[in-house]
């Protein structure tokens, strides 16, 4: 009963570097998404999917792509980090539904420095 | 656009106090609207939600909120505070006339402070 699986939990980039951040999946939801946390700013969207083969741009998409090749799977890739990109990110899935609610993961927590 | 308002950044509660969480929000639809709980480290969990029906719903750790929609909102509410709510709460707001993946929007979050 894993529900949405981040990782890693903590990460510490220089300038310049790129990584990835994993999330999965196991309720073989349509829907996922990437959110970016910041004090005071709420959630924001970095980028969703509504299926495989199928992605998105959100509100703040610049510095970040995805895919998704899989129902599970939805990788964030950081292509080139910058310190702006410090924050918390936040991965989420719901199923085809639009009314019922949204499973997060645990985050990771990305210092760039 | 949608949109969703919590105009406190903090809320202050004695414990055993009823406490309320404001949010307002803006859709050209019809809204379903959600609250989320988020403890210190931790992902966002779900509390409740509003899609139609009884205005009044209640959801996980004994919380409810009001829908009312001539004044646009949806306060989450408690009639008696432990010091175990405390904790940053989200208000969030879907349209029904769709737009994003899951397409919720995110308030900034109100600070629940419960004092023993």
């Known amino acids: 009963n894993a529900g949405v699986t981040q990782t890693p939990k903590f990460q510490v980039l220089k300038t310049g570097q790129s990584m990835t951040l994993q999330c999965a999946q196991d309720?073989?939801?349509?829907?996922m998404s990437w959110y970016r946390q910041d004090p005071g700013m709420g959630l924001r969207l970095i980028h969703y999917?509504?299926?495989?083969?199928?992605?998105d741009q959100g509100e703040v998409p610049n510095g970040y792509n995805v895919s998704r090749s899989t129902t599970e799977d939805f990788p964030l890739r950081l292509l080139s980090a910058a310190p702006s990109q410090t924050s918390v990110y936040f991965c989420?899935?719901?199923?085809?539904?639009?009314?019922?609610?949204?499973?997060f993961g645990q985050g990771t927590r990305l210092t760039v420095v | 656009a949608q949109s969703v308002a919590q105009p406190e950044d903090q809320v202050n509660v004695a414990e055993g106090n009823p406490l309320t969480v404001k949010c307002t929000y803006s859709?050209?639809?019809?809204?379903?609207l959600f609250w989320y709980v988020q403890y210190p480290n931790r992902g966002l969990q779900f509390l409740l939600k509003?899609?139609?029906?009884?205005?009044l719903v209640k959801g996980s750790y004994g919380f409810e909120a009001e829908f009312n929609k001539s004044q646009t909102s949806f306060h989450l509410k408690k009639p008696s505070a432990l010091v175990s709510d405390s904790a940053l709460y989200f208000c969030?707001?879907?349209?029904?006339?769709?737009?994003?993946?899951?397409?919720?929007?995110f308030g900034k979050g109100t600070h629940l402070i419960i004092q023993p």
């Open positions: 989420a899935s719901v199923n085809s539904f639009g009314f019922t609610e949204a499973f």
């Open positions: 309720m073989n939801h349509e829907y």
């Open positions: 999917s509504v299926g495989a083969g199928i992605t």
């Open positions: 859709v050209s639809g019809n809204p379903y």
């Open positions: 509003y899609i139609t029906g009884d205005n």
């Open positions: 969030a707001v879907r349209d029904s006339a769709g737009g994003g993946a899951d397409g919720l929007t």
